[in-house]
């Protein structure tokens, strides 16, 4: 649906809501996650992912996102809830698996819509901008024996993803994939 579309409708355009590559990465996240873990929905958006990981698996989950409006529509669904950009506020060892279904369109800087949406889409031009960052930090918060499901398009540089992982001491391994005629969706497990 178009932005405008959205719009002359009234839905919310300033919170990203499920699509596929929030589906596959919810339903991915199911077989790993125990029902004791604290796990982390990093970007938030609707807070489809959390919700659904913490119904089917009984896990405490926390959400977050940047994007205040993001951060009540989590709550409206039931979560805890913080702003936070990525992983910046939590302590230390604290969670069992990060969940994050990073914004990873390419985009051209000079067509950039400087809104909340664009917030949720953009991964800059490589579609890494926010990738990167969040692979560089997310051990710190991981709990001994944590996993990543990390959402990676092939619009974003799948192998580029991987090698950065790798680098960063994680073994990344497939545990979902879907083709689509634009791009190839793959929610990765990263494990140490």
Do not use: Q
Request: charged share 30%; glycine share 8%; with cysteine.
């Amino acid at each position: 649906m178009s932005r405008d579309l959205a719009e002359r409708r009234g839905l919310e355009t300033d919170v990203y809501g499920a699509a596929e590559d929030s589906r596959l990465l919810a339903e991915a996240a199911i077989e790993p996650i125990e029902p004791e873990w604290v796990v982390l929905d990093c970007g938030t958006g609707s807070g489809y992912v959390g919700e659904h990981v913490a119904s089917e698996t009984g896990a405490r989950v926390v959400a977050s996102d940047l994007n205040p409006h993001a951060c009540r529509r989590a709550r409206e669904r039931g979560l805890e809830t913080a702003r936070a950009d990525l992983i910046a506020p939590f302590r230390s060892d604290v969670f069992d698996a990060v969940c994050f279904n990073p914004p990873y369109l390419p985009t051209d800087p000079e067509n950039e819509w400087d809104d909340w949406m664009e917030v949720a889409l953009s991964g800059g031009e490589s579609g890494r901008a926010v990738i990167d960052p969040f692979l560089d930090g997310v051990e710190r918060v991981l709990a001994p024996g944590g996993v990543v499901l990390l959402l990676v398009s092939s619009l974003a540089g799948f192998e580029s993803v991987v090698e950065r992982a790798e680098k960063r001491g994680f073994d990344p391994a497939v545990v979902a994939e879907e083709s689509f005629p634009f791009e190839t969706l793959t929610v990765l497990k990263l494990c140490r």
